[in-house]
């Protein structure tokens, strides 16, 4: 472009405004602008990406299930654990992070992300302990009423560091030699899951610290067939699912746990032979009482084997409702499921091949098919 | 080499961040200042417009193939969670830029675009976008796109994706 | 839960990645003070070896199917310039470390394996394996392989691949 | 495994030695190593990596090209410049990191790898003006004798910055507006190129302090037919290719660099239809005098395409010598070649795929196919 002709750029440009002949106006001269969100809506979904061939650039995505956009990105650093508050308004992530990239001075630190702005808030360093290991929805975890939060600690000693997320700081460290993970429940109660098949319940003061603690009785066997450590979200607790397909449905609203008796998704004929497995291994719909578990045929040691089908039990009655072969809607195994809590609920399933599926959460109905969202899609939170 | 219109580069692309199109008239205004204001007709062409319909990724913000992502090389916003002239929610615009050229079958006339980057979050890694009309190495930095313009950015200097904002017409013949 | 097989597991986790052959003899001769050293016959069942031949990636060190990956959760060392028993170069092993017990068709034998990570290097990314025979949960973790084992390794404890050490045989029908 | 079986492991272990009936003797107890590295050898390839859609997670892939074997990896940070050192025996990696991952507080440092161990030795801190551009030899790059290591900085005003390797300092910083990048000749000369179709040379005094300056002739036109902003090594500088192919040798041995005769990869029937395109898109084998260059079929706007055939030219005669398409022998277009210089030269590929194909450099015969090493490997050094 040479100099006279900018003038007649800067020229059309100002006289735009004035049609001449038929052409149609040039188009306005636009504004770069940082985008808004839109209000929230309960299809919503942000689905956790390890990026497990690129370990360190762990991110979160915020997708849209009706519009079938993403909205945005939460970066997550080293083997993150990650949650959301009870209102939803905030994203907690807890990673780690090194001076140089991979190497270094190493940092643990939560952070918290304004879920209407997808910026980081404000951040809480950590002793370096932080549980680095797959996605569950007990590395990270705030208590009921938001007012505490809870990071799991493996050195592989196990411990818990209790944090006041209002005020960005460490309140104190809690032992629970032999036990695992911080499962949330009421303003002020953690339970973890020990090798001795029990749960370990701590009690803490208003200052975070520890009041009481309380071991239960065994309710699974490490051996013979524990539960995996990923629970699912029920109205009073979580759900426990065993290598073998028993549930094991906890009651957490008291001090001591409730235990109901155990139940099984597979038939004695199927027993062994079809399996839960995945990383994100069920989703309760809890308005509808539906129970969705990725299944797949395979024997031991397959229990990170990607469900070849999605069982539908009615929770209340554990009868199985359906069974959802993928393979027929263009789906690689299922390794993760979530499901909207809304009335008109959504399901969703990412894959082994890192596509993440919108089906109908009453039909099964394929509604939607987003391809690569990130390299290693494992577990959705909503 | 310091043209009228690398001068228009230079100063477009540190204003296009966060210039209304009011405050761009003006810029141009002053740019103009003592020149004639020679009206000049646009040519009008036509008959592309129904091209575009047959080829609808021309004008699909999610496609590379959209007209005005001529000279992207990176992720496209309008994948990540922004469009074709917002960055994503929570990251940050380079107020620096490098300039394209494209045009748009709609209306025939060839447009000024500043590419800006979006900033402060790791790649978006969707939508990546590789055109290169007019664009130059480096050493031109104003019309390349192989620079990280996410640079001066300071703290927020990682780069997520690119933008491409209309800076103005360019009429036929420049 | 103590028993003696969560002790061997335990101790062979912190030794396996400096202890020479001479000094793990050493350790399991502790292990054994006072129980009789009675001699025990291995059973030799043969004609595996030809079937794994017929399965070449048995034992083929650089894939997942090779015998002794049996509880290997992430990338194989022996494709990113390590070996079966190597970390690359560069990186670090991990002190501690998992167990697995896995069948070696060529003698017939369970043999106990520690699986090291190799850490201070960010992910190999190559020869992704997943195996998880006998695997258990991370709430047991001389068990488990979703554990980071670098996690130990303070400033190096970023997670490259993982190696396979054999400890020794397990007799058959335990 | 109960604990009774636990003896018999051992016992089995200590009487391995000594063999009963037929059964062979079991597998020894093993020691983990950290693996050395055999002697480096002429078909050694340093791969970089951008891992552009993690791109905070670069690195290196050190490929052994008669092996076949990835013998490790370097990391290299946020869109990094990479160079070896003249002996071969240090990686060089200018790189920026932030203190939360893709966020925070930014370092940029300049990384030096022992190439016999894969360990960082030391590093130096740069002012925070670090080129981020795509991969050339030009980055950052040593001086011949090795004394200096010259660091490109854009703000995006150029300068480059300069290094002692050896104490890990800075030594200054050389202002050289209006041209770019660090084209190292000699002992002590730093040439750049200029937007105005000029290389400016810059002359070091012993301190690494500007002791002089030159601005060239124009040798090329910035508007019709720029070079791309990266060389092929020569013996006595660098050759530059013209989007439109046209070859520029420049030599750099004295003071003032000579410009020989531009010659053409194409024929006037060619020209503007076949292209050089790619990242790295030559190499030159030396001792044969043979050019390689990824060509492809294109229009405007396409140099940043791979080559569908890699042109191989007499470089002496400029005679083309043979034209090797790539889609027959399985391979996506070519991204970035490089050549081994010694007397049974092999020719390294890289393809859009990520793939990296080893080729014998005179016949052009493919010997090997090396699938995804990394996500983007957009340069080769050796």
Known sequence: ?382 | MRSLDRMFEQSSRTLAQRTSRRSLLGALGQLLTGAALLPLLPLARGGRAEAATAQPDVNNPQSCDYWRYCAIDGFLCACCGGSTTSCPPGTVPSPITWIGTCHNPADDRHYMVSYNDCCGKTSCGHCDCNRNEREKPTYRPSRNNDLNWCLANGDDSNYHCSVSVILGVVPPGS
């Not at chain 1, 002949?21 to 956790?48: D, T």
């Open chain 1, 1 to 382: 472009m040479r100099a006279s002709a900018l003038m007649f750029t800067a020229l059309v440009y100002l006289v735009a405004g004035v049609p001449v002949r038929a052409a149609p106006p040039p188009l306005q001269a636009e504004q770069l602008s940082v985008q808004k969100l839109p209000p929230p809506n309960p299809h919503w979904i942000y689905v956790f990406d390890e990026a497990f061939f690129n370990e360190i650039d762990a991110r979160i995505h915020l997708f849209d299930g009706d519009t079938y956009q993403r909205l945005g990105q939460i970066d997550a650093g080293f083997s993150p654990g990650v949650n959301l508050s009870p209102d939803g308004a905030t994203t907690v992530v807890a990673t780690t992070y090194f001076s140089r990239g991979s190497r270094g001075t190493r940092t643990d630190v939560v952070e918290f992300t304004d879920n209407r702005t997808l910026r980081v808030t404000h951040e809480i360093v950590l002793p370096a302990k932080r549980a680095e290991t797959v996605p569950s929805l007990f590395n990270v975890a705030y208590s009921a009423d938001g007012h505490f939060v809870y990071a799991a600690y493996i050195t592989p000693a196990a411990s818990f560091g209790v944090l006041d997320p209002e005020h960005g700081t460490v309140l104190g460290e809690i032992d629970t030699a032999g036990c695992q993970l911080v499962i949330p429940s009421g303003p002020n109660r953690v339970s973890s899951l020990c090798e001795s098949g029990r749960l370990l319940t701590v009690t803490l003061d208003a200052q975070g610290h520890e009041a009481g603690r309380a071991m239960s009785a065994q309710f699974f066997d490490t051996d013979h067939d524990p539960v995996f450590a990923q629970g699912i979200k029920s109205a009073s607790g979580y759900l426990f699912v065993s290598f073998l397909g028993e549930v094991h449905e906890v009651d957490l609203s008291d001090v001591q746990p409730r235990f109901a008796a155990p139940w099984s998704l597979v038939s004695p004929a199927e027993r062994g032979v079809w399996r839960p497995g995945g990383v994100q291994l069920g989703a309760l719909q809890r308005a509808l009482g539906r129970l969705y578990v990725p299944m797949h045929k395979g024997g031991e040691g397959s229990h990170k084997e990607g469900g070849s089908e999605i069982w539908v039990f009615d929770a209340g009655s554990h009868r199985r409702l359906a069974r959802w072969p993928v393979a027929p809607l263009g789906l690689a195994p299922i390794v993760a499921v979530q499901v909207s809590q809304d009335e008109a609920p959504v399901l969703f399933a990412a894959t082994s091949a890192a596509d993440v599926a919108v089906l109908d959460a009453r039909s099964g109905r394929l509604r939607h098919v987003e391809k690569h969202l990130g390299q290693t899609p494992w577990m959705m939170l909503n």
